[in-house]
């Protein structure tokens, strides 16, 4: 069973979607049963993963036991593990919370949110460029689904364009692999790794342009500065468990950015060593002025928060831009807080637009809130945190990520970092005042259902619970950053047999 | 016959660029295809044009990638799949918005009523 450990984040949401397509209409109960069953399951398997992981060993697990650099691998290591355990977080979550109602407001929707979590979990777990493309494109048609879940003009509208962009950008994804497979005869990321070490120079020249369309691919997903303009009308128009779990979808951009250019793209990687990294710092800084100006202008509440999701892809690439393991570990650590805490918002925003009926998230007087109480209390933790303030969770990754940051770095970086900060804590201010206390008429809003609260709560407490245990979360991010900053320990772990390789 | 297929593919490409940035939905699925047309054919050149290559390989030295023949046929199974979705949703866009503007505006400023 144990060796068996690593496919099960794969497997599981797959039979679980399996199951859960067998009807599409009825049965309710027992579809949601399933979905949430899943779904901790997975929570499980995925703490089992880090725990194994934690010690530092690289394991992998060979697909119908085709061995590397043969067949296809997922690779787990403490990056991965780390990623799949927050997928299986942040999924809980959502998953529970549309068990309130919003699952039935369209057919499929728990097995679709099964494969697309089959899809995040494949895309952490891969270590074949090739494969990282099939997850890609798995996970993006769950989300093309997941996204219309519902219908309405809206969604619809955001819709097409999120497709197109997509595909043209999986186009782009095997344009670039089809380039790196030229240049270096292999798709196996760490065997690519290896092989670019001694790349013959007239050769070096397609692998740049693969490297850097890759990057594009990824840019594209991560939603960094051209290429976001997708990304706040399409997450304000999702069902609201459906923009909380995409609030993962940009970091899987971050991840991929983060895999490959360190593992492929590396210091052994000779004269095309870190060659993202110009691009990447400028661009941070570029999507970060771009997002809080975003935050500011925000009308509506659901825009805000996709607003500040594209803060924290900012904020995330900056720390690849700066590159250091000090950086890396700060940016992990980062990256658990936003992805949490911006998938609670998501929620949380949808429960307040339910409550002020017809005003809905726009930031305009309405009728009162039933609950307004509690949900303001929730909305100022997440807003706190989100604009990262101290004392909770943003406030010690932007801490972490300043001090990261040498030299000329600083002078971009902080003032950029602290006036985004600034941005939402206006925004976020002007937006409470105007949800809460600006109000007219009485309140006649239903009471809200007790899984909607579970939903936000689970993901709003990782903000408190992430400052408590700051201590040994840190120290692991740092044995993260400590390991991707030595690609050479994964290629040997997956590449033993090279002595007898051809 | 390695200039013929490179300008093959670089006419489809482009084509299909050019219809993507079309303001009307069927042009930008039309152009979708091409683009995944020319890919395909890219991926197919990757391993290298070899003409009489032996398909399976025993200890013959002149044989053909099989490699990008799997990825080939991956990526057009994905693109079909794509296609007929991104098919479906442009038909939705037009029930919904009432044109097939991909902005979904009633018509374009400086272009005539069709």
Excluded at chain 1, 438 to 457: C, H, I, K, M, N
Excluded at chain 2, 17 to 28: C, Q
């Amino acid at each position: 069973m144990s060796t068996h450990l690593i496919v099960l984040p794969v497997v599981l949401p797959l039979v679980a979607g399996i199951f859960l397509l067998l009807q599409r209409q009825g049965s309710v109960r027992l579809k949601r049963l399933i979905g949430v069953t899943a779904t901790l399951a997975l929570l499980l398997v995925s703490i089992a993963l880090v725990a194994r992981a934690a010690g530092g060993e690289i394991t992998y697990y060979a697909l119908g036991d085709w061995q590397p650099p043969f067949g296809i691998v997922l690779v787990l290591d403490r990056l991965s593990a780390l990623m799949v355990l927050l997928t299986a977080l942040l999924a809980l979550g959502a998953v529970v919370f549309a068990c309130a109602g919003d699952d039935e407001r369209g057919s499929n929707f728990h097995g679709l949110f099964q494969w697309q979590l089959m899809g995040i979990n494949g895309a952490f777990l891969t270590g074949d460029l090739f494969n990282l493309f099939v997850f890609f494109e798995v996970l993006l048609l769950a989300s093309y689904a997941l996204l219309l879940h519902g219908g309405g003009k809206d969604r619809i509208m955001s819709g097409v364009h999120y497709v197109v962009l997509n595909l043209a950008g999986s186009s782009l994804f095997l344009i670039s692999v089809g380039l790196l497979y030229g240049a270096t005869g292999t798709l196996n990321m760490a065997d690519m790794a290896v092989r670019l070490a001694d790349l013959p120079t007239e050769r070096e020249g397609l692998v740049v342009a693969g490297a850097l369309m890759l990057l594009v691919v990824f840019g594209l997903k991560a939603a960094i500065l051209p290429l976001y303009f997708w990304l706040p009308k399409a997450y304000a128009a999702a069902p609201a468990p459906v923009a909380a779990l995409f609030a993962i979808m940009t970091k899987i951009g971050i991840y991929a950015i983060l895999r490959v250019y360190s593992l492929i793209f590396g210091d052994g990687a000779g004269p095309l060593a870190d060659l993202e990294q110009g691009w990447v710092w400028w661009l941070s800084l570029g999507t970060l002025v771009a997002a809080a100006t975003g935050v500011l202008a925000a009308r509506d509440l659901r825009l805000l928060v996709a607003y500040l999701v594209l803060v924290s892809v900012g904020t995330l690439l900056a720390g690849i831009g700066i590159g250091t393991p000090a950086a890396i570990s700060a940016l992990l650590y980062y990256l658990i807080h936003t992805t949490l805490i911006t998938g609670g918002l998501f929620l949380l925003a949808e429960m307040i637009g339910v409550q002020r009926g017809k005003a809905g998230t726009r930031l305009v007087k309405g009728r009162p809130l039933r609950q307004g109480g509690w949900l303001a209390a929730m909305f100022f933790v997440g807003a706190i945190a989100v604009a990262g303030m101290p004392p909770l969770s943003g406030a010690i990754g932007k801490a972490l990520l300043m001090a990261a940051a040498e030299g000329g770095q600083r002078a971009w970086l902080w003032p950029l970092l602290l006036l985004s900060g600034l941005a939402a804590i206006i925004a976020l201010s002007r937006a409470g005042s105007t949800l809460f206390w600006r109000s007219t008429g009485e309140a006649d809003g239903q009471r809200l259902p007790y899984r909607q609260w579970f939903g936000v709560a689970w993901l709003i407490g990782a903000a408190p619970l992430l400052m408590a245990l700051a201590g040994p979360l840190v120290e692991y991010t740092d044995a993260t950053a400590e390991q991707l900053a030595h690609p050479g320990v994964m290629t040997r772990a997956l590449l033993n047999n090279e002595g007898d390789a051809p | 016959m390695e200039s013929l297929y490179a300008i093959t593919t670089g006419v489809l490409t482009a084509c299909g660029l050019y219809l993507i940035l079309r303001s009307r939905t069927f042009p930008v699925v039309v152009g979708l295809t091409l683009l995944s047309y020319a890919v395909n054919l890219f991926l197919f050149s990757m391993g290298g044009l070899t003409t009489d290559g032996a398909a399976l390989v025993n200890g013959v030295k002149d044989y053909a990638d099989p490699l990008p023949q799997a990825l080939v046929l991956t990526a057009i199974v994905i693109g079909f799949a794509m296609t007929a979705f991104v098919v479906i949703l442009a038909m939705r866009a037009r029930s919904e918005a009432g044109n097939d503007h991909v902005d979904g505006r009633k018509h374009e400023a400086g272009e005539g009523r069709r």
